[in-house]
């Protein structure tokens, strides 16, 4: 049953193969058996995730079901949850149980889905590692000794271990495609403001977005039938007709599927940085994608090479504004002894915060500040401008993007962690997606060494559904995704 696509389980629960309450225990089992390696989960309550599979199962004997009913689903502890602790991977939100429900949750909800537990992240989602959580780093599944990539690292190793089906993650700056593509799977980042952020706890308000991950990109579209929306809650929602992300997934056969669809290789993807192994595994895709029929175009994105730059300056300064709503007042860790207001404050960020999100909160108040602003920040949204021009041009030469989704496979744990510089390089290819709010996918292309390397498909705005029939042509012909950990069996 775990290897069985999402579309396979929910036909297996409406012809009573298995109940909810049998599938989600059998997850549970997983969970118990090898979380303690993998940390991929930070909280776990068996007796709430069974009772809202039995209550899938009374819908699923009504034949009031959706597509996901009775399907247990993973979410980054990044989203509110009633009644379940929400931490953000941090020490600051250790003791916080959520009020109300993100619009992401109340969505999996409304579809009957089973909330299967909170996965592991880095702090705040401030991470490429998902080693700065306070609750200690994920282990990747195909290798316990190496990262999952992050800061949605709990989410990938969760999946690619089949504690869960499914899960939930956020993308930032690479969050979702980075560690899909260090644990094997697809993970998706659509177009920003494709889904709401209301509950989510943020980061950078204008470049978090949350998406899918899972095995397939098929699965990935089923995920984000659910996932999309306008909430009039989130002022950056936008307010567009419902899609079907699954509509062009059986369309287009024969032995050319993809004939007519133009991929665009960016120069500045194949100048070098990348592992050899790992650009061989993308130039093999991209052969395959010529014999699918697809026609390849080079083309250029001259100012990709500042997004790095242009991202630490802009995604720090609105963490630094984020991030004062955690004084220790109203909600969350409270420093045990101080003498004054000034010093609860100090002493409660102090001890509240880790090292990363400190370092990120100082970066951004310094580019924020008076005689800086100017120099950094504004100059920051200049280059963002001119990065989302430079695929604007892309586009009309192009329908699809492709590239390596990170320059390395999985690293070893502790490798990365003492130079903040080369960790922040383990997202060059994902961040100016984010920087532009445009829709990225990462899916499975192969093994180097014995690790995942992933495959990045970038698409114009909007166009979710053309990149995951993209992808699941290529997954069709291919059976990376299929791989699964042996330790894991």
């Given at each position: 049953?775990?290897?069985?696509?999402?579309?396979?389980?929910?036909?297996?629960?409406?012809?009573?193969?298995?109940?909810?309450?049998?599938?989600?225990?059998?997850?549970?089992?997983?969970?118990?058996?090898?979380?303690?390696?993998?940390?991929?989960?930070?909280?776990?309550?068996?007796?709430?995730?069974?009772?809202?599979?039995?209550?899938?199962?009374?819908?699923?004997?009504?034949?009031?079901?959706?597509?996901?009913?009775?399907?247990?689903?993973?979410?980054?502890?990044?989203?509110?949850?009633?009644?379940?602790?929400?931490?953000?991977?941090?020490?600051?939100?250790?003791?916080?149980?959520?009020?109300?429900?993100?619009?992401?949750?109340?969505?999996f909800q409304a579809a009957g889905a089973v909330l299967l537990g909170k996965t592991n992240m880095d702090e705040f989602a401030m991470g490429s590692s998902n080693e700065t959580s306070f609750y200690g780093p994920v282990r990747n599944p195909w290798d316990s000794?190496?990262?999952?990539?992050?800061?949605?690292?709990?989410?990938?190793?969760?999946?690619?271990?089949?504690?869960?089906?499914?899960?939930?993650?956020?993308?930032?700056?690479?969050?979702?495609?980075?560690?899909?593509?260090?644990?094997?799977?697809?993970?998706?980042?659509?177009?920003?403001?494709?889904?709401?952020?209301?509950?989510?706890?943020?980061?950078?308000?204008?470049?978090?977005?949350?998406?899918?991950?899972?095995?397939?990109?098929?699965?990935?579209?089923?995920?984000?039938?659910?996932?999309?929306?306008?909430?009039?809650?989130?002022?950056?929602?936008?307010?567009?007709?419902?899609?079907?992300?699954?509509?062009?997934?059986?369309?287009?056969?024969?032995?050319?599927?993809?004939?007519?669809?133009?991929?665009?290789?960016?120069?500045?993807?194949?100048?070098?940085?990348?592992?050899?192994?790992?650009?061989?595994?993308?130039?093999?895709?991209?052969?395959?994608?010529?014999?699918?029929?697809?026609?390849?175009?080079?083309?250029?994105?001259?100012?990709?090479?500042?997004?790095?730059?242009?991202?630490?300056?802009?995604?720090?300064?609105?963490?630094?504004?984020?991030?004062?709503?955690?004084?220790?007042?109203?909600?969350?860790?409270?420093?045990?002894?101080?003498?004054?207001?000034?010093?609860?404050?100090?002493?409660?960020?102090?001890?509240?915060?880790?090292?990363?999100?400190?370092?990120?909160?100082?970066?951004?108040?310094?580019?924020?500040?008076?005689?800086?602003?100017?120099?950094?920040?504004?100059?920051?949204?200049?280059?963002?401008?001119?990065?989302?021009?430079?695929?604007?041009?892309?586009?009309?030469?192009?329908?699809?993007?492709?590239?390596?989704?990170?320059?390395?496979?999985?690293?070893?744990?502790?490798?990365?962690?003492?130079?903040?510089?080369?960790?922040?390089?383990?997202?060059?290819?994902?961040?100016?997606?984010?920087?532009?709010?445009?829709?990225?996918?990462?899916?499975?292309?192969?093994?180097?060494?014995?690790?995942?390397?992933?495959?990045?498909?970038?698409?114009?705005?909007?166009?979710?559904?053309?990149?995951?029939?993209v992808a699941h042509r290529y997954q069709q012909v291919t059976h990376w995704h299929q791989a699964r950990p042996d330790a894991f069996a």
């Amino acid at each position: 049953m775990i290897e069985r696509s999402l579309h396979e389980m929910a036909q297996a629960l409406a012809h009573k193969e298995i109940s909810s309450v049998e599938l989600t225990g059998l997850y549970l089992e997983r969970i118990a058996r090898h979380n303690p390696l993998l940390n991929a989960f930070i909280t776990v309550d068996a007796e709430r995730s069974l009772a809202q599979a039995r209550q899938a199962d009374e819908r699923l004997a009504r034949g009031a079901q959706s597509a996901l009913t009775g399907i247990p689903i993973a979410h980054k502890d990044i989203f509110c949850a009633r009644d379940w602790r929400t931490t953000c991977g941090s020490k600051m939100l250790g003791n916080f149980v959520s009020p109300y429900d993100a619009s992401v949750i109340e969505r999996f909800q409304a579809a009957g889905a089973v909330l299967l537990g909170k996965t592991n992240m880095d702090e705040f989602a401030m991470g490429s590692s998902n080693e700065t959580s306070f609750y200690g780093p994920v282990r990747n599944p195909w290798d316990s000794t190496c990262v999952p990539g992050g800061s949605s690292g709990g989410s990938a190793a969760a999946v690619a271990a089949r504690l869960s089906p499914a899960a939930t993650g956020t993308d930032t700056g690479g969050s979702i495609r980075q560690p899909a593509a260090l644990c094997g799977l697809s993970g998706m980042k659509p177009t920003y403001g494709v889904i709401s952020r209301y509950g989510m706890i943020a980061f950078a308000s204008s470049l978090d977005q949350a998406g899918p991950l899972a095995r397939s990109a098929a699965d990935c579209a089923l995920l984000l039938n659910t996932m999309a929306g306008f909430d009039e809650r989130d002022s950056t929602s936008l307010d567009r007709p419902p899609e079907d992300y699954t509509r062009e997934l059986a369309s287009g056969g024969g032995t050319q599927p993809l004939r007519g669809i133009r991929i665009g290789l960016p120069e500045e993807f194949f100048a070098g940085g990348c592992d050899q192994e790992v650009m061989q595994l993308v130039e093999q895709a991209i052969a395959e994608y010529r014999q699918l029929g697809a026609e390849t175009v080079a083309l250029s994105l001259p100012n990709m090479r500042l997004s790095v730059a242009a991202y630490y300056v802009i995604a720090p300064a609105e963490a630094s504004s984020n991030l004062a709503r955690f004084d220790g007042v109203r909600y969350g860790y409270r420093a045990p002894e101080y003498d004054d207001l000034n010093e609860m404050y100090s002493r409660t960020r102090a001890q509240g915060f880790g090292a990363e999100v400190k370092r990120r909160i100082l970066i951004g108040t310094y580019v924020l500040s008076h005689g800086y602003y100017d120099a950094y920040y504004r100059q920051a949204q200049r280059i963002r401008r001119l990065i989302a021009q430079d695929f604007a041009a892309a586009f009309r030469q192009c329908d699809v993007i492709v590239g390596p989704t990170s320059p390395s496979t999985a690293f070893k744990l502790g490798e990365k962690a003492a130079d903040p510089v080369q960790m922040y390089l383990s997202d060059i290819y994902t961040i100016a997606v984010n920087l532009a709010g445009l829709p990225g996918l990462s899916i499975p292309c192969g093994f180097a060494r014995g690790l995942p390397a992933g495959l990045q498909l970038i698409g114009n705005y909007f166009s979710e559904a053309r990149l995951l029939n993209v992808a699941h042509r290529y997954q069709q012909v291919t059976h990376w995704h299929q791989a699964r950990p042996d330790a894991f069996a």
